[in-house]
């Protein structure tokens, strides 16, 4: 078979910017590599990810489930996640935790302040609304919006703001690189179970790609044990779009 892009195209996986995370994707990557001669041998890091999701020379990207439902899903085709070793991932899924500094149950942070990292994050602001609200709902109180979850974290630290959302992986990460973002805070609650944020490749790509691409990235994974232990990785586990369909049940409410 001839394929679309030999040894050209874009890899991005950098939804979670920190040092030792980058360094061990960039090794689960060159196994990629290894497995198939047709993929990008390293991955991008100075690249616009918005951007990238919708390139038509995406071989791999990772985006939100948010985004990937609300306007990516006519744009890209999902390859599958990585399945976390953070507390409260099931398999692919996993949920977020809310973070304060007050003990409460989340309906009494309602009308507070929140930290949200962006409006079409699902772990920062949809998950938010569905564990304090319900699903559907929007935010009674006033909302920071800081753009990024390390942000969000040192705005509830440091009294700016009552209550935020942040997916179990970057909480954990924190916790291990910069754990003074957790100095005087708390977990007071969790989001719904929702799967992990996707890996996607461009919308044009075949069934034989697909296929390639997520037997190569499975591989890699489990024959870099050390570099998956780092990223905070136990397994790539194929999934498609329907996987994530059900989150639009989640919906925030429009006014």
Known sequence: MTLRRPVTGVAAIAMYPFAEVCDA???????????????????????????SWTDDDLVVGQTCGWPLVTALHDRVRVLGVFASTVPQAVG?????????????????????????????????????????HGPGATWTGEVRWTGAHVESLRAVRDGQADIASIDRVSLALVRRAIPELL??????????????????????????????????LGASVAAAPGAAAAALVEAFVPLDLADYEPLRALAPATT
């Open 183 to 216: 100095d005087g805070v708390i977990e007071v609650g969790e989001g719904p179970l929702v799967p992990s944020l996707p890996l996607v490749t461009h919308r044009d790509a075949s069934d034989d790609e697909v296929a390639q691409i997520r037997a190569a």
């Open 92 to 132: 692919p899924q996993y949920r977020s935790v809310l973070i304060a500094r007050r003990r409460a149950a989340p309906s009494e942070f309602a009308g507070t302040v929140a930290a949200v990292n962006s409006s079409d994050s699902l772990s920062g602001w949809v998950s938010l609304l569905a564990a304090v």
């Open 25 to 51: 994707l960039d090794e689960i990557w060159a196994g990629v590599a290894q497995r198939l001669d047709w993929v990008p041998r390293s991955l991008t890091r100075d690249i616009d990810l918005h951007a």
